[in-house]
């Protein structure tokens, strides 16, 4: 199994747990909690494009490794002291990290990702993974718009603008790939970046298309049901009342018959005294 180390420099560009996180040593659980669940949420397997899924998973399951060892006291005492930790312990996050993340959060919405990405974009951390994106793919537009979360070709004048105040203040270096590129390129990226997002819109109204006539079908059965509920109620009350007037018929007739039987036994009473 990789070192862990080795994979946050990989995918992050260091090995210090801290700096992956964006925070530092002295912060508290819930400001730790706080880091992970935002540069989390930015690789979450399931809300990224198919073609970064893989990469995204493996970026996920580190970051999980390490809230797992920071969030621990004991961990995260050894880790700081030594800058050791129990690799050992870690396998069972590293296989289980959907899990693992569900029982720290709750579920992603779409409004999760649009709120987060309102305070992602113009932030510090965007300027960093922006900045890395450039040096990894060596001025290369077409992969920056690839790694960095929530880009599309209409973010490509305001990242422009960044990249060339940091290649001012030489904080990254000159690339020709992005300083001269050819306008052919950008023209084939603006047109795949169009196709992939008028598929995106014909998927969603197909999406929107399903769930309507999901919910219809639903509120049809729902329909259906309630009138052979309403139904049956009839038809309990109709024989309920047809038991109510039989029944007082059949008490009706049974009080007259005593009653002329009484009047019957009365008269031969009577015929029988006159005869004595």
């Keep these: 199994m990789t070192d862990l180390l080795d994979l946050c420099e990989k995918y992050f560009g260091s ?13 508290d659980d819930k400001q730790v909690k706080k880091a992970y669940h ?11 494009e198919e073609h970064v899924k893989a990469e995204a998973t493996e970026k996920f399951k580190v970051l999980g ?12 005492k050894i880790y700081n002291e030594s800058g050791q930790y129990d690799e050992e312990s870690e396998e069972v996050i590293m296989r289980n990290w959907a899990d ?8 992603i919405t ?3 990702i649009s709120n987060y990405e309102k305070s992602y974009k113009g932030s510090e951390t965007e300027i960093k993974d ?7 793919g060596k001025g290369d537009m077409d992969y920056i718009l690839v790694v960095v979360p929530f880009s599309n070709c209409e973010e490509e004048p305001r990242y422009h603008a960044i990249i060339n105040k940091l290649i001012e203040a030489g904080e990254v270096p000159e690339y020709k790939a992005f300083t001269e590129e050819s306008k052919k390129k950008k023209l084939r990226r603006e047109r795949k970046w169009a196709k992939e997002a008028m598929e995106a ?14 919910a219809a079908a639903n509120n049809l059965a729902l329909a259906i049901q309630n009138r052979n509920r309403e139904r049956a109620e009839q038809s309990n009350n109709f024989f309920d009342s047809l038991i109510d ?9 049974s009080t007259a018959t005593k009653k002329t039987a009484k009047r019957t036994t009365s008269v031969q009473n009577l015929k029988r005294k006159r005869k004595t």
Excluded: C, G
């Design 130 to 136: 922006l900045k890395k994106a450039y040096i990894d």
């Design 245 to 253: 007037k039989y029944a007082k018929k059949a008490s009706t007739k």
């Design 110 to 112: 779409e409004e999760t």
């Design 38 to 48: 935002k540069l989390s949420l930015l690789v979450h397997p399931d809300r990224v």
């Design 15 to 27: 090995r210090n747990f801290y700096e992956v996180l964006n925070i530092s040593q002295d912060a």
């Design 65 to 76: 490794r390490i809230h797992s060892i920071l969030s621990d006291s004991d961990k995260r």
């Design 201 to 214: 819109e014909r998927l969603n109204k197909m999406q929107q298309i399903e769930d309507e006539e999901n």
């Design 100 to 107: 693992y993340w569900k029982t720290l959060f709750k579920p």
